[in-house]
């Protein structure tokens, strides 16, 4: 099975993060799974669906803080 490999410019977003805030599911705005890869530092928005705070997540293939 060979491993897809890109060239570090794109990345696929998380389809469902954690609110930080109240632990819910927060769900991304203008984006969905089947929208595959975007490049990497790209913005994607995320709405909690329970306490609806918004959430601007930097989609880049560096983790580190
Ligand atoms: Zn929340």
Redesign the pocket.
Known sequence: MAERRYSGAVRVPDPEIV??????T?YPLGWQPSDGEVPDGTVIPYR??????RWDVVISSDDEV
């Open positions: 609110c930080v805030d109240c632990g819910g927060c909690c669906r329970d306490c609806h705070d």
